[in-house]
């Protein structure tokens, strides 16, 4: 009996494992967006023993399964691997998808040194190395490494990046995927980013790029987060650089963690303390920083959808060169056509007026879904806020009072589809809408620079790229743009009437106060974009890339409006309300080759601007506050003709050499004179040695010589009180060329992983060679900085 019961468990138990493992498991493996089978696939089961491939068709089958809970891995080359839990219960159906475009897993990878924002125009990245020796330094020094950008200066602290000849509001700053607003039209406002932050960064050259705005009419930085790895895992970097020259430096750090879910968290700050600069025989006095930027990062990308909230802080305050500052006009035609500034105090970490603060706040959230054979849909919001105080040199109760109070408040929505379920093309469409209001602080008892306005913005665009085969590839796209401003201005009956606005802006006057109006001038500008091109691999290492770009750009409340001293630019500056939009038409061209061995780039390019808004020199003013040049707006026809052009060779797995030139000429075509603020012609050479099995030693040395700039528009006369009569005011001829050295090297460690510390040294002006750039506001007044040692010691962990 014993016996008997022990034979007919063991029966029912083959009866009942009979019945339950004979379910088949039918499945098909689809690419997500276009619904197309994927031959090939590789399915496995999970715990098992058990792998089978996909058919043409997509579809694959398991046999003589147990029912209950099964975890499939599904793989395909370029594609993510994707697992999925499936319940069997008798004969069950399951259909994968997979996501097979290379391009989404720059989402999950880290990008290298290849365009992704534009297949057909010019654009170049910073490589990561590039960017962690420029920490500590500005967004526009570390991009003049890229051939084709130079910067405007205001001192060695102020860098605004300058991209084939053009600046200010005609670049774009991509923050995050964040249009950046932050006052850029001012010449010595510097954007408000830390480089720390973002370790993807790349230039667009132009207006290719019509997905980020149609007013790029010098081009598009875009700066981005390294991409989060779906892993669990936690990790970071903290990097400290010291430098000589400030007798300061800069600390970093940064910390992420993720999860294989694919969500994460991220935090990152910085600090940064220098105190005067020097140039090679004398302090610039009162050009000490103290800056410092905090973001915060939360999110979560799956598949099929994702969010992602944003927070940055960035603060700064900035000293202003002393002797930048002038008493009288006779003064200022001393200081100008002088070569040492009238005011050399000793060191110090001390910011004394005249100085500016800033502050701005970035916040965004972002939503994407993707849709099964369709597409892909976006939606962000974002809010900036912008404060700005620019502080002279006032005496009595006025002294700590800022002489200029200006807050940009900024709301953004956008959104956008993108089509890619058909093989081989893709459309992009999108819209945006923006409202931004201005408050300028009447409680300085300075007159403002710029009014209290609101600005509203609606753009629509749509950008396709088709490819004809795997060496040809086209794109175009177009964009419109609706920008409105509505503003409250004051004028002096004197200026209202001198510039002529009683004759053509009389009923925009809403009220008269005797000695000035009040005015509410309203301005609709309707703006059309488009941008063609095409894409050419020769081979798998010669590359062809034409591109036309038609842009507009509406004029900023700058070039409209300003009216009076900008503090911290030391000039007065006077805009005109008869601007219109520029209309820029632009060819370039770019030829490359990149091998292992050796590799080159070859970027001519033309860039016609009609109705181009120039800022210069008029004449000079003498106010209660001082004496300074008076800078008016003016629109004009231009063209800019120029050339970028680089070459490396790798001479052995130790050696690599790389060579930089750039070229542009700016000329007002209707008056036949050179443009102001044209980059003089540069020429970049380095040599780089490496010694891996030496701790990953590196040496290199750079050279860079600036040729001089003889194409410049005529100086201006003044009046010399002192003498009773017009001087000629030295304000627009360029200095001489100069030559520079610069050494870097470093070496790498292992602490508690691979290689996980890096210790670097670098100079830049090695010999301390006295120079002025031409792109420097203060060469009126003062050599560039000398020499600066950098020390530098990165932890990665």
Not at 447 to 461: N, Q, S, T, V
Request: net charge negative; hydrophobic share 35%; aromatic share 10%.
């Amino acid at each position: 009996m014993k016996y008997s019961l022990i034979l007919l468990i063991v029966l029912m138990g083959i009866s009942v494992n009979a019945q339950d493992c004979n379910s088949i498991l039918v499945g098909e493996v689809y690419d997500f967006h276009d619904n197309r089978p994927l031959d090939g696939a590789t399915i496995s089961i999970s715990g098992m023993d058990r792998t089978t491939l996909s058919k043409e068709d997509g579809k694959f089958s398991f046999r003589n399964l147990c029912n209950g809970v099964l975890e499939l891995e599904v793989s395909h080359p370029s594609c993510t691997t994707k697992f999925v839990l499936i319940s069997i219960n008798g004969d069950t159906f399951e259909k994968i998808l997979l996501e097979h475009h290379l391009e989404e897993l720059k989402e999950v990878k880290v990008v290298g040194n290849t365009p992704k924002n534009t297949n057909s125009g010019q654009e170049e990245q910073l490589s990561l190395k590039d960017i962690e020796r420029s920490s500590g330094n500005s967004l526009g020094d570390a991009l003049k490494k890229i051939a084709g950008v130079s910067t405007l200066n205001t001192g060695g602290n102020i860098v605004k990046p300058v991209i084939q000849g053009l600046n200010g509001s005609r670049i774009l700053i991509l923050n995050n995927n964040v249009r950046m607003q932050d006052m850029e039209w001012g010449d010595e406002h510097a954007p408000n980013v830390d480089i720390n932050a973002n370790q993807g960064i790349s230039v667009i050259k132009g207006a290719a790029a019509l997905k980020y705005g149609g007013d790029a009419v010098g081009g598009v930085i875009v700066l981005d987060p390294l991409p989060i790895v779906r892993k669990d895992t936690l990790f970071g970097k903290t990097q400290m650089s010291l430098f000589s020259n400030g007798r300061g430096g800069n600390i970093t750090s940064t910390l992420t963690k993720s999860y294989n879910s694919g969500l994460f968290i991220k935090a990152q700050g910085s600090y940064k303390l220098l105190g005067d600069l020097e140039a090679p025989d004398y302090v610039l006095s009162n050009t000490g920083i103290r800056q410092m930027g905090v973001s915060f990062n939360v999110g979560k990308r799956d598949f099929e959808q994702g969010w992602e909230a944003y927070y940055s802080f960035f603060d700064t305050e900035i000293g202003i060169l002393r002797a930048s500052h002038i008493g009288n006009v006779d003064d200022l035609i001393q200081s100008i056509n002088n070569e040492r500034p009238n005011v050399i105090n000793d060191f110090t970490y001390d910011i004394a007026r005249p100085n500016q603060e800033v502050s701005h706040h970035l916040a965004k959230l972002n939503y994407y879904r993707r849709i099964e054979g369709f597409g892909k849909w976006n939606v962000q919001y974002d809010f900036q806020k912008n404060r700005r105080f620019e502080y002279d040199i006032r005496v009595g109760d006025d002294a700590d009072k800022a002489s200029l109070d200006l807050q940009l408040t900024t709301h953004s929505v956008l959104t956008d589809l993108k089509f890619d379920a058909k093989e081989g093309f893709d459309l992009k469409v999108g819209v945006l809408g923006r409202y931004q209001n201005n408050f300028a602080n009447p409680d300085t008892g300075v007159r403002r620079l710029i009014p209290d306005y609101d600005k509203y913005d609606l753009g629509a665009y749509g950008i396709a790229e088709y490819h004809l085969n795997d060496s040809w590839t086209i794109d175009g796209g177009l964009r419109y743009d609706f920008n409105r401003i509505n503003a409250k201005k004051f004028y002096r009956n004197s200026r209202w009437e001198e510039r002529g606005y009683d004759q053509d802006f009389g009923e925009i006057v809403i009220e008269d106060l005797g000695t000035q109006l009040l005015t509410n001038p309203i301005f609709n500008f309707h703006n059309f974009s488009g941008s063609t091109g095409l894409n050419f691999e020769m081979d798998g290492e010669n590359l062809l890339r034409v591109n036309y770009a038609y842009s507009q750009r509406s004029p900023n409340p700058s070039e409209l409006f300003s009216d009076g001293l900008h503090h911290s630019a030391a000039r007065i500056e006077l805009g005109d309300l008869r601007i219109q939009s520029e209309k820029s038409s632009k060819i370039s061209i770019s030829l490359e080759r990149n091998s292992l061995e050796w590799g080159y780039t070859l970027a001519p390019y033309v860039n016609s601007i009609n109705d181009f808004i120039i800022l210069e020199p008029t004449g000079a003013e003498f106010t209660i506050r001082g004496a300074f040049p008076v800078w008016s707006y003016r629109q004009t026809n231009a063209s800019f003709i120029g050339i970028d052009a680089s070459i490396f060779k790798n001479w052995n797995n130790n050696i690599r050499t790389e060579h930089k030139f750039s070229w542009v000429r700016g000329t007002d075509t209707e008056t036949d004179i050179p443009l102001i603020n044209i980059p003089a012609a540069n020429l970049n050479n380095s040599i780089e040695f490496k010694i891996p099995s030496w701790n990953n030693f590196t040496f290199g040395m750079e050279s860079q010589f600036v040729f001089e700039q003889k194409r410049f528009p005529p100086n201006i006369t003044v009046f010399s009180p002192e003498q009773q009569q017009d001087v000629l005011l030295d304000i627009n001829t360029p200095p001489p060329a100069y030559h520079l050295l610069a050494f870097n090297a470093e070496t790498s460690f292992s602490l508690n992983n691979d290689k996980d510390l890096t210790v670097g040294l670098g100079a830049t002006n090695l010999l301390n060679t006295s120079y002025r750039d031409y792109l420097n506001r203060l060469r009126y007044f003062v050599d560039d900085m000398g020499r600066n040692i950098n020390l530098r010691i990165i932890y990665n962990y």
